[in-house]
Each structure stands twice: as C-alpha cells, then as structure tokens.
C-alpha cells in the first residue's frame, strides 16, 4: 500500500514580494500522513501475526507535483512521473495493493470522490466509516458529508497518481473537488485552514470501527483505524 501528497508548493510570488504557501496544496495532507505514520507504528508494534507481516505500507512525498508554469503532460508530477517508471522498470508496481493520494485537503469546503471502480470498496469503506463517526457525534459537523458515496467514475482529476494509473495501479485519490476556494491564491496559507474539518477528515482515518474485523489486534485499545481495515481489505480485484 502507497500513501503519497507532494511536498513542493507551486512557485507563485505576489508583487509584494510574497511566496505562495499551498496550505491545503500539499502541506496538510502531508502533515495528515506523518500523522498516520505515527498511528501504523503503533498498530504494527501491537500487531502479531501473519496478516501484519504482510503489509507493507510506504508513504511517499512526491516534488515536482506543480507545473513551473502552465500545466502540461511535461510540465508537471515531475516525481511521480520519475516514480512510476523507475517501479515499473523494478517490476515493483504489481506488488501495490493500492495507491492512496491525498491532496488538497484543509480548508472547510473540501468534498471526496469516489472515482475508480478498482477501489469503490476502500472508498465506500471510509463513506461509512464518516457515517458511523457522525452516528457516534463524533464529527464535528454532522451535516456535511466529507465522502461523497455517489460514484464519480470518469471525472478524474490530473494529478500524482496519473502516471501509477497509467500503468494499471488500483488508485484512490482523495483531492477535493471541486478543488477548494483558496486553491492557487495567496489566501492558501495557514489561516485559512479549517481545523474542525481536517481533523474530521482525519478521524475517518484514525478512529474506530464499531465492528472490528477479526484480525490479531488484541490489546490494541477499542479502536482500530480505517486505514487498518483498508489493509485488511487486501483485495481491489
Ligand atoms: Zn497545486
């Protein structure tokens, strides 16, 4: 399992001299996975068994994900493009069970898709899993609906996955769109993020599911994470 964002920020100055900072373009999402970096290690130090030896999640931060300056096919995913070619010549590419983007994610009008058929189980596993937070009142808000379960197929956004996609990789990207206000303006920077939003969308990761899968998680507290059960998923086919 890949879990990637890009770390670079699109090199945009105002006439005051300002620099662009990608708030939401990629800075929380990146935050978000060194987060979950933090949460796995734990899982993995309380997992046993076959099933945890069997997962093997790396997280990416991709550079070059910006265009230098229109987007193109050769202007931009500089990183990613590099990525999926130097797999592909490994033959490490058949080895990913799923491919998880996240992007542009932070600001309070963020909404996820469900884009690829290939991976409607992983997505339509964290749409209920917002359900049963919202259930619990555990959201913030209980009127949005951060993952939207109506299916997006086709609608694709260009981004890091693309070249992974190309080449047949089972892709579940969680960009917002449509992409939020701030996007490639001044105003993405840190005070405009959404604190109450971002942390929903991070308890759908982190926080528990009320029917935990039988798997050796005993003495690992009453929750698992979503991300866990995406692993144990296993299967997109
Ligand atoms: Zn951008």
Redesign the pocket.
């Known amino acids: 399992m890949v879990l990637a964002s890009h770390y670079d920020s699109?090199n945009i100055t105002d006439r005051n001299g300002r620099e662009f900072i990608?708030a939401t373009?990629?800075a929380v999402p990146c935050a978000i996975l060194l987060d979950l970096a933090i949460q796995l290690n734990c899982l993995f130090e309380k997992a046993q068994g076959e099933k945890a030896r069997d997962i093997t999640p790396q997280i990416v931060f991709f550079d070059g994900?910006?265009a230098y300056n229109t987007w193109s096919a050769t202007d931009s995913i500089y990183g990613a493009r590099h990525l999926a070619q130097k797999w592909e010549q490994e033959n490490k590419l058949q080895d990913i069970d799923i491919f998880v983007l996240l992007d542009l994610i932070g600001t309070s009008d963020v909404q996820f898709h469900n884009f690829f058929p290939q991976t409607s189980n992983a997505f339509e596993l964290l749409a209920r899993k917002e359900q049963h937070l919202k259930k619990d009142k555990l959201l913030s808000d209980n009127n949005r609906i951060l993952f939207n379960t109506h299916p997006y197929y086709g609608g694709g956004i260009e981004d890091d996955h693309i070249p992974f996609l190309h080449r047949n990789v089972p892709i579940l990207h969680l960009i917002s769109a449509p992409f939020p206000s701030v996007?490639?303006r001044m105003s993405d920077d840190a005070a405009h993020i959404d604190y109450h939003t971002t942390e929903d969308f991070n308890k759908v990761f982190r926080v528990a599911e009320e029917k935990k899968r039988n798997y050796d998680m005993k003495g690992g507290g009453e929750s698992t994470k979503a991300i866990w059960e995406i692993f144990q998923l296993n299967l997109f086919i």
């Open positions: 699109k990608g373009d990629s994900e910006e996007w490639h």
